[in-house]
């Protein structure tokens, strides 16, 4: 049973278009939620978040905690071509410091 | 951040053969970590490195295979033993304490390994 969902698995959209992408998450004792971004290997590390309701922002992304429904969003505003990546979304819980990954949402940003 | 580097970025190799793989951060860390992502699927947790002692094995996964060392902070080897198709991956190792950030993992680049 996965701890972490991600949706949707997939998403094509056009330049400039702003897009949402859903992780619900259930853990017994959470402390953290991360969003990474993905381009070939390694995933690049985005948000880290802990507080319900506490938007962070960094350029055109933005995410936000819900730790009553259990669930996170990314935003991306003003999409570009450089933004087509795998998104993929963990969490951490305090019996230990391994997170549970979802299986990512694959963005493709078309011209 | 910190920079991880590891070795090699990509191999080939022979099923029944075995690969090293060698993890290097610029900074002593906390907690080292090796993942495996298979083709179209997730990260999972392979183990934790754990310094100067053995290490902390996810369900699934065990020793014999995938005989980590940690001999320092800054340094991990994961080797993926005895080694069929199935073993075809991205192998990633991960680093926390970097920089003070105790939660944040940070990914090292990666080795994409394909055995025949």
């Known amino acids: 049973e996965d701890k972490v969902v991600q949706s949707p698995l997939s998403l094509v959209v056009h330049e400039g278009d702003t897009v949402t992408l859903n992780c619900s998450y259930e853990v017994t004792n959470f402390r953290s939620l991360l969003w990474y971004k993905q381009e070939k290997k390694a995933p690049t590390f985005l948000f880290m978040l802990?507080?319900?309701?506490i938007e962070k922002k960094s350029g055109r992304l933005s995410s936000i905690l819900d730790k009553k429904e259990l669930f996170s969003i990314l935003n991306i505003t003003a999409t570009q071509t450089g933004d087509s990546a795998i998104y993929l979304c963990a969490v951490g819980e305090n019996s230990g410091y391994a997170l549970n990954f979802g299986k990512g949402t694959s963005l493709l940003v078309t011209p | 951040s910190a920079v991880i580097s590891q070795k090699p970025s990509r191999d080939i190799c022979q099923r029944g053969t075995s690969l090293t793989i060698q993890c290097q951060v610029d900074s002593q860390v906390t907690m080292m970590f090796w993942y495996r992502q298979q083709p179209g699927q997730s990260l999972t947790l392979i183990a934790t490195a754990n310094q100067g002692s053995e290490a902390t094995y996810e369900s699934g996964f065990v020793i014999d295979k995938f005989p980590i060392s940690r001999p320092n902070l800054t340094f991990s080897t994961l080797t993926v033993s005895n080694m069929s198709p199935e073993d075809s991956s991205i192998y990633l190792c991960s680093a926390t304490g970097l920089a003070g950030a105790t939660d944040t993992q940070y990914f090292g680049p990666g080795t994409r390994l394909t055995v025949l």
């Open positions: 802990t507080s319900s309701g």
